[in-house]
C-alpha cells in the first residue's frame, strides 16, 4: 500500500469478505498508521466465514456497513457496492438501504458488483447506483454487448477487475506446463477453467511477442488496452508485491496507441 500510495494510487477496493474482515483491518491498520485518507470502496453480500450468512437484506446491510467502517476506521467509504446480485431480495429493498447508508452519511455514493445487464437495468429502475464493478479483460469481453453500452447511455461507471484475467494475461502459463504453485490457477480455477484453450494460448504467444516488440510486459499492454478504454472509469488491479505495480507504470507510461488497440483487438478477437 505504501508503494501504491508513492506511485499516484489513492483509491483502495476491498470486501467485507476479503479474508474474513481481514483485508478492511488491514487497510484501517495502514490508514492510522500513516495517518493517510484514500478513497475508499468495500462491498457487502457473501459470507465472511464458511457457513456463514449472506445476500442483500436491509438489516444484514446496515450491520455489514457498520462492522466494515469499524474496520475501516473510517465514519464513511466513498463507494459501497453489492457484491453480488441478490434473487431472494427485492432491489427496491436492497437499493432503499443503500439510500439510507446515503442520507445518514455513512457512504457517499452506492452501486453493484457482477450484475448483468438485465440485472443492472433491474437496479436503475429501483434506485440510484453510480457504479457497475464486474469482470472485464481482452479475454473476457462479454460486457461489450450489454452492460458497457448501458453504462454509457445512463452515465454510470464502469468499473473493471481482474483485468489481467487472473493472471492469464501476465504470461504465467504456459502450454504444456503446470500452472505455477500458488497461481489461482491451482487456488481457484473455476471463473478461469475456460480460458485453458489452445486458442487462448496462440492468442497470448502473439500478445507476448507484440509487448517484446514494443518494450513493455503482456500484463503493461494488457492494461494499457482498458486504460485507453473511454468507456472504463476505473482499473481495479490486484498486487500482492511492489514489483506487481511495474506493468501499470508501463501503461501509464507508454499508452496504447489506436493502431496497437486495432492490433491488440485483432489478436484476441
Request: with cysteine; hydrophobic share 35%; proline share 6%.
Given at each position: 500500500?505504501?508503494?501504491?500510495?508513492?506511485?499516484?494510487i489513492?483509491?483502495?477496493?476491498?470486501?467485507?469478505?476479503?479474508?474474513?474482515?481481514?483485508?478492511?483491518?488491514?487497510?484501517?491498520?495502514?490508514?492510522?498508521?500513516?495517518?493517510?485518507?484514500?478513497?475508499?470502496?468495500?462491498?457487502?453480500?457473501?459470507?465472511?466465514?464458511?457457513?456463514?450468512?449472506?445476500?442483500l437484506?436491509?438489516?444484514?446491510?446496515?450491520?455489514?456497513?457498520?462492522?466494515?467502517?469499524?474496520?475501516?476506521?473510517?465514519?464513511?467509504?466513498?463507494?459501497?457496492?453489492?457484491?453480488?446480485?441478490?434473487?431472494?431480495?427485492?432491489?427496491?429493498?436492497?437499493?432503499?438501504?443503500?439510500?439510507?447508508?446515503?442520507?445518514a452519511?455513512?457512504?457517499?455514493?452506492?452501486g453493484?458488483?457482477?450484475?448483468?445487464?438485465?440485472?443492472?437495468?433491474?437496479?436503475?429502475?429501483?434506485?440510484?447506483?453510480?457504479?457497475?464493478?464486474?469482470?472485464?479483460?481482452?479475454?473476457?469481453?462479454?460486457?461489450?454487448?450489454?452492460?458497457?453500452?448501458?453504462?454509457?447511455?445512463?452515465?454510470?461507471?464502469?468499473?473493471?477487475?481482474?483485468?489481467?484475467a487472473?493472471?492469464?494475461?501476465?504470461?504465467?502459463?504456459?502450454?504444456g506446463?503446470?500452472?505455477?504453485?500458488?497461481?489461482?490457477m491451482?487456488?481457484r480455477?473455476?471463473?478461469?477453467?475456460?480460458?485453458?484453450?489452445?486458442?487462448?494460448?496462440?492468442?497470448?504467444?502473439?500478445l507476448?511477442?507484440?509487448?517484446?516488440?514494443?518494450?513493455?510486459?503482456?500484463?503493461?499492454?494488457?492494461?494499457?488496452?482498458?486504460?485507453?478504454q473511454?468507456?472504463?472509469?476505473?482499473?481495479?488491479?490486484?498486487?500482492?508485491r511492489p514489483?506487481?505495480?511495474?506493468?501499470?507504470?508501463?501503461?501509464?507510461?507508454?499508452?496504447?496507441?489506436?493502431?496497437?488497440?486495432?492490433?491488440?483487438?485483432?489478436?484476441?478477437?
Amino acid at each position: 500500500m505504501d508503494a501504491a500510495w508513492d506511485f499516484g494510487i489513492t483509491h483502495f477496493d476491498t470486501a467485507d469478505a476479503y479474508g474474513g474482515g481481514r483485508s478492511e483491518q488491514s487497510i484501517g491498520h495502514w490508514i492510522r498508521s500513516r495517518g493517510l485518507r484514500p478513497l475508499l470502496t468495500t462491498k457487502t453480500f457473501n459470507p465472511m466465514r464458511a457457513g456463514g450468512d449472506h445476500g442483500l437484506k436491509p438489516e444484514r446491510i446496515a450491520g455489514h456497513l457498520r462492522a466494515s467502517l469499524g474496520r475501516l476506521g473510517v465514519d464513511q467509504v466513498d463507494l459501497y457496492l453489492a457484491h453480488d446480485f441478490d434473487p431472494d431480495v427485492p432491489l427496491a429493498e436492497t437499493t432503499g438501504a443503500f439510500e439510507d447508508a446515503v442520507a445518514a452519511g455513512s457512504i457517499r455514493a452506492y452501486g453493484v458488483s457482477n450484475f448483468d445487464e438485465g440485472q443492472l437495468a433491474a437496479a436503475l429502475k429501483a434506485g440510484s447506483p453510480v457504479a457497475v464493478q464486474n469482470g472485464y479483460s481482452l479475454l473476457d469481453r462479454q460486457d461489450e454487448h450489454g452492460v458497457l453500452p448501458l453504462c454509457a447511455d445512463r452515465g454510470i461507471a464502469y468499473l473493471a477487475f481482474s483485468p489481467l484475467a487472473g493472471g492469464w494475461l501476465t504470461g504465467k502459463y504456459r502450454r504444456g506446463e503446470p500452472f505455477p504453485t500458488g497461481s489461482r490457477m491451482t487456488q481457484r480455477p473455476g471463473p478461469y477453467g475456460e480460458f485453458v484453450t489452445d486458442q487462448t494460448f496462440d492468442a497470448i504467444g502473439r500478445l507476448d511477442a507484440m509487448a517484446e516488440r514494443r518494450g513493455t510486459s503482456v500484463a503493461g499492454l494488457a492494461l494499457g488496452w482498458l486504460l485507453g478504454q473511454e468507456r472504463v472509469s476505473q482499473v481495479v488491479i490486484g498486487p500482492g508485491r511492489p514489483d506487481h505495480l511495474t506493468p501499470v507504470r508501463e501503461a501509464l507510461e507508454q499508452p496504447v496507441t489506436d493502431s496497437e488497440r486495432a492490433e491488440i483487438e485483432g489478436i484476441v478477437e
